[in-house]
C-alpha cells in the first residue's frame, strides 16, 4: 500500500481514495456533533455561502471559524466542548472552517473522501480497507508544519499497514502542536479541554465519507454515532 500527502496548495490533484485531516478542531468537532445527533454536516469554503445554505435547508445550522472565531451569524464555533453542550438531534450542519473545510472543497479530484481525525481513526480505517486500496491519499490540511495533523497522517499509515503502536506519543504531538498553543489561555472559543477531546484516538465507531450531492458536498456517519 502506497500512501501520498498534499497540502491545501495541492490537494486538487489528490486522486483516489483522499483522507482530509483537521485534528484541530474541524473534523474532530464534525464527529462530536455527529454524536450529540446532527443528521447531516454540509462542507463550504465561504461564510456568505454557509449563511446563505443554512437559510435554504430545514433545520440548519451553521458551525465554524474564522480565525478560530465563529463569523457573525454563525450557531456554533468550531469547538468540541462548546458542541457537545448541545442537542443536535435532526439538525443539519453547515460547516466552514479555515483548513478542514477548505481542504474538502479543493480536492475535486478525489474518487472517494472521508473528514478524518484522531477520534475516529480506527473507523474510517475500517472503511477505508473494505474499498482495498492500493494507495491512498492524505490532505494534511494544516500545512507540514502543523503538527497534529502530520502525527494523524503518520499514525493512520501504521494502522493501514497493521502495524502496532503506542498512542502517547501521538497524543503529545497533539498537545504541544502550533495550534495547541490558542487553547493555553481558556478563551472561551478555545478550551483547554478541546486538547483532550480531540487527541482521544477511536472515540467514536463511525467514519465520516464525504459525498457529492447536487454540487455539495455532504458528510454523514458511517457506523454507530
Known amino acids: 500500500m502506497k500512501f501520498k500527502r498534499y497540502t491545501?496548495?495541492?490537494?486538487?490533484?489528490?486522486?483516489?481514495i483522499v483522507l482530509v485531516i483537521d485534528v484541530l478542531r474541524a473534523f474532530s468537532t464534525a464527529a462530536y456533533a455527529f454524536s450529540r445527533g446532527a443528521i447531516?454536516?454540509?462542507?463550504?469554503?465561504g461564510i456568505?455561502?454557509?449563511?446563505?445554505?443554512k437559510a435554504q435547508l430545514p433545520n440548519a445550522k451553521a458551525m465554524g471559524e474564522v480565525g478560530g472565531l465563529p463569523p457573525e451569524g454563525f450557531d456554533f464555533g468550531n469547538s468540541p466542548t462548546r458542541i457537545l453542550e448541545h442537542d443536535l438531534?435532526?439538525?443539519?450542519?453547515v460547516q466552514r472552517t479555515g483548513a478542514g473545510t477548505q481542504g474538502a472543497v479543493r480536492a475535486v479530484n478525489a474518487d472517494v473522501m472521508f473528514a478524518t481525525s484522531f477520534v475516529v481513526a480506527k473507523a474510517t480505517i475500517d472503511h477505508v480497507l473494505k474499498l482495498e486500496p492500493t494507495e491512498i491519499s492524505f490532505i494534511i490540511t494544516g500545512g507540514m508544519n502543523n503538527d497534529e495533523d502530520a502525527a494523524c497522517a503518520d499514525y493512520l499509515e501504521?494502522?493501514?499497514?497493521?502495524h502496532s503502536t503506542e498512542t502517547a506519543s501521538y497524543i503529545q504531538r497533539v498537545?504541544?502542536?502550533?495550534?495547541?498553543?490558542?487553547?493555553?489561555?481558556?478563551?472561551?472559543?478555545f478550551p483547554y479541554?478541546?486538547?483532550?477531546?480531540?487527541?482521544?484516538?477511536?472515540?467514536?465507531?463511525?467514519?465520516?465519507p464525504i459525498a457529492r450531492e447536487d454540487g455539495q458536498l455532504i458528510m454523514r456517519p458511517k457506523g454507530s454515532p
Open 158 to 162: 501504521i494502522k493501514f499497514l497493521r
Open 48 to 53: 456568505q455561502e454557509a449563511l446563505e445554505l
Open 89 to 93: 438531534a435532526g439538525v443539519t450542519l
Open 8 to 16: 491545501l496548495e495541492d490537494c486538487q490533484h489528490a486522486t483516489g
Open 193 to 208: 479541554a478541546d486538547l483532550d477531546y480531540c487527541s482521544r484516538i477511536d472515540a467514536f465507531n463511525f467514519s465520516m
Open 175 to 189: 498537545k504541544s502542536s502550533r495550534d495547541a498553543l490558542q487553547h493555553m489561555e481558556e478563551h472561551p472559543q
Open 40 to 45: 447531516e454536516i454540509r462542507l463550504v469554503s
